[in-house]
């Protein structure tokens, strides 16, 4: 792997951790990024009712109650 190579690849991985909370960056500490994976994943389950229900029926619980 040639230098260019390796400061392309830098580069865009800096441009992914602008660009998205979630990919974190050099000074994120465990606790922050443990919150950003919490709050993505209750997100992508709200915004995906199959999944939802399907943790609602494991729960034996209401869809609208696994929400607040």
């Given at each position: 792997?040639?230098?260019?190579?390796?400061?392309?690849?830098?580069?865009?991985?800096?441009?992914?951790?602008?660009?998205?909370?979630?990919?974190?960056?050099?000074?994120?500490?465990?606790?922050?990024?443990?919150?950003?994976?919490?709050?993505?994943?209750y997100?992508?389950?709200?915004?995906?009712?199959?999944?939802l229900?399907?943790?609602?029926?494991?729960?034996?619980?209401?869809?609208?109650?696994?929400?607040?």
């Open positions: 792997m040639q230098a260019t190579d390796r400061f392309n690849i830098n580069s865009q991985l800096e441009n992914l951790q602008a660009k998205y909370v979630g990919t974190g960056h050099a000074d994120l500490n465990r606790f922050e990024w443990a919150v950003n994976i919490q709050r993505d994943s997100a992508s389950y709200v915004g995906h009712y199959p999944m229900a399907f943790f609602a029926l494991a729960e034996k619980e209401s869809a609208t109650i696994l929400c607040r």
